[in-house]
């Protein structure tokens, strides 16, 4: 299974193409749409989300709620895209007639200036329409198809937001699945503890009055995984470097860390590795799970926890000192829309970047045209695994 995003972020539409899902699979455009409209909320967001009510066209693939087995195409128009026709029409337009809001100042942080650098583009519209994390509409849609594939194995998946400008959220590990999603669904800013939750709203309306932008660390965690998925025999086989890879591409992404991530450098191994306990029950299962969920590039049956660093929005109202490309002449930044802090949104974005490798991962493992057999057999080795 694999997927391609196109679309500018004030142009047409975003398309996503996801192939390789198997036939058969229950899918609505319902199930897409949830996932859409989570991302879209957010204490922090912008003006831009006023303006979009992300909804999906299934343009192919899917009949009467089932998959065909041949590629989905889901398009995610633009509500924007009506006040910037003019600018970002397809076709050639006379520069000397036409508005075409010229960018030439880049933001320290963005994609600007090193995206002009590489493609040759005098105009940096034209990086920072596709680096913009609008694009992110489009890896949640496919997301929200693999979601859907992992619900029908009985694997859960969700994503909240831990901590926001150095506001920390008490570990909450103890809460049930459902208590999680409940929670973060009912937080402005998706976190699972509701004190240091008011606190981060606090935080944003600061940097907001501060004409500031401010980051965090979003956490996904997936149960219900039987262990041995993925695989240590090669490198690019190992499904938590692909969640990372996968994690670290989200746009202002700078770190990634599964379990207890870099604190495991700070301890002996005899405080890091997860004891191995076994029950006629649940077959073999660890006392700990410092190694979120992973060993060898497998999983271990342990709940996944992983756990990513968004640095802060780089497009500020608070100016930053930079240069203009044409000029040369220093000038200080400024702009006229953004969102003072984007992680809560960025935790569904997570959630569903991560429900796409794992989903991707067991299509790999038990290959199968039909999803009810796919099913039959993943559940005939999550039974294995239990006996082992
Ligand atoms: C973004 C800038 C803002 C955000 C946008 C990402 O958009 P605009 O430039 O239109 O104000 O709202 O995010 C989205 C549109 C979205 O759907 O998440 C950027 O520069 O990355």
């Given amino acids: 299974m694999r997927y391609l995003t196109a679309g500018e972020s004030h142009g047409k539409q975003l398309t996503t193409i996801v192939e390789g899902v198997p036939a058969l699979l229950p899918l609505t455009t319902d ?32 009949r009467h709620g089932y998959t065909l087995g041949s590629p989905i195409a889901l398009i995610v128009e633009n ?62 849609a496919a997301g929200a198809v693999a979601k859907t594939l992992l619900t029908q194995l009985d694997i859960n998946i969700v994503g909240y937001v831990n901590e926001i400008a150095g506001i920390k959220a008490q570990e909450k590990q103890e809460l049930s699945f459902d208590e999680k999603v409940e929670i973060s669904e009912t937080s402005p800013v998706r976190c699972l503890d509701q004190e240091a939750g008011q606190k981060m709203m606090a935080a944003i309306d600061q940097a907001k009055a501060d004409g500031d932008s401010i980051g965090g660390i979003c956490e996904v965690y ?35 860390e599964f379990g207890l991530g870099f604190e495991a450098a700070r301890r002996n191994g005899s405080e890091v590795h997860d004891e191995i306990i076994w029950s006629k029950e649940t077959g073999f299962k660890r006392k700990t799970n410092n ?83 796919l099913k039959a057999a993943f559940d005939q080795y999550r039974e294995e695994v239990r006996c082992f």
Avoid at 31 to 56: A, F, P, T, Y
Avoid at 238 to 245: E, G, Q, V
């Fill in 31 to 62: 199930d897409i749409n949830q996932s859409l409209l989570r991302r879209q909320k957010g204490h922090g967001r912008g003006k831009r989300m006023q303006i979009e009510k992300d909804l999906v066209n299934i343009a192919g693939g899917v």
């Fill in 222 to 256: 997936v149960e219900g995984i039987p262990a041995g998925i993925g695989s240590y025999v090669h490198y690019d086989r190992k499904l938590d470097a692909r969640i990372a890879f996968a994690v670290q591409s989200i746009n202002a992404f700078k770190g990634v």
């Fill in 291 to 373: 190694l979120g969920g992973f060993e060898g590039g497998m999983t271990s049956g342990m709940p996944i926890i992983v756990k990513g660093v968004m640095k802060p929005i780089p497009t500020l109202y608070k100016p930053l000192q930079s240069v203009d490309i044409e000029s040369k002449e220093p000038f200080n930044a400024s702009i006229e829309r953004s969102d003072s802090c984007a992680v809560p949104a960025a935790a569904v974005v997570m959630e569903h970047v991560v429900a796409f490798e794992i989903a991707k991962a067991i299509l790999e493992q038990f290959p199968n045209d039909q999803f009810p057999k």
């Fill in 79 to 140: 509500d924007d895209f009506k006040h910037w026709q003019d600018i970002m029409g397809e076709d050639p337009i006379d520069l000397d007639k036409e508005i075409r809001r010229t960018v030439t100042r880049p933001r320290p942080g963005h994609a600007d200036l090193n995206g002009a650098i590489k493609y040759g583009h005098r105009d940096m519209r034209n990086i920072l329409e596709r680096s913009s994390a609008r694009e992110t509409a489009a890896r949640v």
